[in-house]
């Protein structure tokens, strides 16, 4: 009897740091504001305006360290229907179900989605239609000359990777 409640709460625990499509953790894209703090307490959050392309756009940081120098999630409300429209992810133990996520390699990330690659504003991001995801890659010089490589279908060479992978944000596609 033990063993299954202690089976539950660990499968509670790997849920809430689960990455699926428009979910992170227990959010989902789309709930209302209110709902942030039902997963998460007030004294680990801090309301923000974050200065997008000069505009500002409110968000919700959550800072899941004891340290609280770095937010775990950044969930932005700028959306149009009121709610979540986004979350930026930077902590390392939220997951895909494949194990992909903050520090993940490029290759860990190819050999386990299809992939898109969009370029803007000095941001390089693979995109997964399946989970409804971008990531942005940490390149060098290199790298970045190889993803566009493959972009004009030139072949790829796979035994250079980026340096690491950072998971960026989730959007309502």
């Not at 959010?27 to 039902?38: D, E």
């Not at 309301?47 to 392309?53: F, T």
Request: no cysteine; proline share 5%.
């Amino acid at each position: 009897m033990t063993l299954i409640a202690l089976s539950a709460v660990a499968a509670l625990a790997a849920d809430n740091f689960l990455l699926a499509r428009n979910r992170v953790g227990r959010l989902t894209i789309s709930m209302p504001k209110s709902a942030i703090y039902v997963v998460y307490p007030r004294r680990i959050t801090k309301k923000v305006a974050l200065q997008l392309e000069g505009f500002p756009t409110p968000a919700v940081q959550v800072f899941l360290a004891k340290s609280r120098l770095t937010p775990s999630l950044v969930i932005r409300l700028d959306g149009p229907v009121p709610g979540i429209y986004g979350i930026e992810v930077t902590d390392a133990r939220f997951r895909t179900s494949k194990g992909v996520g903050v520090g993940s390699s490029f290759g860990q990330l190819r050999a386990t989605e299809k992939l898109s690659f969009v370029t803007g504003e000095g941001v390089i991001g693979a995109v997964s239609k399946e989970l409804s995801m971008t990531f942005d890659l940490d390149v060098d010089s290199a790298t970045e000359n190889r993803l566009y490589e493959l972009r004009l279908h030139k072949p790829l060479d796979t035994r250079r990777q980026p340096r690491s992978l950072k998971f960026q944000a989730v959007h309502n596609w």
